[in-house]
């Protein structure tokens, strides 16, 4: 006999399923969430909750990817008074997220007060949020509210907003509308010029655009400092415009040159732009020297003090007021001295280009060496200048020439004869081949040089004495005493000294320094 057998599920098995499946209904009713899925979780610091609540919706480019799941304030000293940090679940669509991102808080609907957070995911270039990650405060900023804006609008402000307007309605309903109309076919090429203007004010590095922005807010800040001052602009603006006004026509003319102006000055400004990068290299080579030029600066202080006390009136300022009468007549003699510094100037160019290095040269001079240069041997001979008074004394040159027993006669240079005892070895230097070139029409610098470097040649006209007739020497006495006579006449000695015709005995030698004659 066979038994029967239930064939499916047990009743145990369907309630156990049943149970599962009421939990999950009813968790996913509530939470709306999947359970048991990865979350990412990203934190951020705002100025104000702005009644932002748990729930609130997390929207990219107006499409929901997350929800906040926690809105709490901030701990003294993390933040400015007020601040809150939201906690935000994103989901995966909504990822990635970059930690350039930005953070808003905005209203749904204008006058309902529920708000949701939009965010800006950030640049592709930039890292990716981590999760757990916070967004900082100052990447992240709150919806302007009603109360907000009707608190700025003042009194004062909604009356100047009302002046505004008026004038702009007398302005449009005096032409100012057609004049408009007018202007409509230039806005294409200005809209185009300040596209270009709008990138330059970008800058072309990083924080050129906050670096001028920060500039035109203290600019901004001054203006608003000085409100009584900015409406003296103002009035005077107006005073301006309607300077123009009045001359419409003039200026209108004057508008229509400006197109060409402009394009006369393009090629300037091309070259001036093309000199930018090298004016760029320039000041970066510069700023080191620049930053050094303190330490520099500062010990130039103490010269500068004493320099401003040496230039007051007291000092150099009294000195110059004296000399203010002298200073034409000054300025006069400096003129008069430049054809005189023009006479000078090639004699001192010669003396040290020809004269000076000629005074350095040295005498090359195997029988008579030089011990110095030029300069210190030409002295020489004065010492036996010096000594000239005693030439007619008993031991003077006359008195040595009529004792000496010469041998030997040798012909000079100016047509005479030097007696010796012995015949000259040679001439050092030699008789010159001609005189030295010498060109008047050139400046003495570029004269040649002397050259004393020579070599010691045969010394000619040398011959022996020999015996002369009597007749021939008495002609030689008579002319010799006659020289001697007209030497001593050059002297002013003749009358102290007589030159005698006849010949000295050498009995007679003994008697001649003892004044006879």
Request: charged share 25%.
């Amino acid at each position: 006999m066979r038994r029967n057998v239930r064939r499916g599920m047990s009743f145990e098995a369907v309630a156990i399923i049943a149970i599962v499946v009421t939990v999950a209904v009813t968790y996913l009713a509530f939470t709306k969430e999947i359970p048991f899925r990865g979350k990412y979780d990203v934190t951020a610091v705002v100025p104000n909750a702005q009644n932002l609540k748990p729930g609130a919706k997390v929207r990219i480019a107006g499409v929901d990817v997350g929800k906040v799941s926690k809105v709490e304030g901030v701990e003294p000293g993390e933040g400015e008074a007020g601040a809150a940090r939201i906690k935000m679940e994103i989901a995966e669509k909504g990822r990635p997220i970059h930690k350039d991102a930005e953070l808003k808080i905005r209203p749904r609907i204008f006058f309902e007060g529920n708000f949701f957070v939009d965010l800006q995911p950030g640049t592709p270039h930039a890292p990716e949020l981590g999760d757990g990650e916070t967004i900082p405060i100052n990447q992240t900023s709150n919806a302007v509210q009603l109360d907000q804006i009707l608190t700025s609008l003042q009194t004062d402000t909604r009356n100047d907003l009302r002046n505004v307007l008026d004038e702009l309605n007398k302005a449009y309903n005096n032409g100012g509308a057609e004049a408009i109309n007018r202007t409509t076919r230039y806005w294409a090429p200005a809209y185009k010029s300040t596209a270009i203007v709008n990138d330059a004010l970008l800058g072309r590095n990083e924080h050129d655009l906050s670096g001028y922005i920060d500039g035109a807010g203290i600019v901004a800040d001054a203006l608003t400092r000085n409100r009584r001052q900015l409406q003296d602009l103002i009035r005077d603006l107006r005073i301006t415009a309607g300077a123009f006004s009045a001359e419409g026509d003039e200026l209108r003319r004057a508008i229509d040159e400006l197109p060409r102006t402009l394009r006369a000055g393009q090629t300037s400004l091309a070259a001036l732009n093309a000199a930018f990068p090298s004016l760029r290299r320039f000041v970066a080579d510069l700023r080191p020297g620049v930053r050094s030029s303190l330490e520099s600066i500062n010990a130039q202080i103490p010269f500068v003090r004493q320099l401003r006390g040496l230039v007051q009136r007291s000092e150099l300022g009294g000195l110059a007021a004296a000399l203010r009468d002298a200073v034409p007549s000054l300025a006069r003699l400096n003129r008069a001295t430049v054809p005189l510094l023009e006479q000078v100037r090639p004699a001192s160019s010669c003396q040290n280009e020809v004269i000076l290095p000629w005074t350095l040269d040295k005498i090359e001079d195997p029988d008579f060496p030089a011990i110095g240069p030029i300069f210190q041997e030409q002295t020489k001979p004065l010492v036996g200048l010096a000594g000239e008074s005693r030439t007619h004394d008993a031991n003077g040159q006359y008195f040595r020439v009529s004792l000496n027993s010469a041998q030997f006669a040798t012909a000079t240079l100016d047509g005479r004869f030097t007696l010796t005892d012995r015949p000259p070895v040679g001439a050092n230097p030699p008789k010159p081949k001609g005189r030295p070139p010498l060109r008047p029409d050139v400046p003495c610098e570029t004269q040649e040089q002397p050259d004393l470097r020579t070599q010691q040649t045969r010394f000619e006209g040398t011959f022996k004495v020999r015996e002369a007739p009597a007749e021939l020497e008495e002609k030689s006495r008579e002319i010799a005493v006659a020289w001697l006579q007209n030497e001593l006449r050059k002297t002013g000695r003749d009358d102290d000294v007589k030159v005698s015709e006849k010949p000295v005995l050498p009995a007679e030698i003994p008697l001649v320094g003892k004044g006879a004659r």
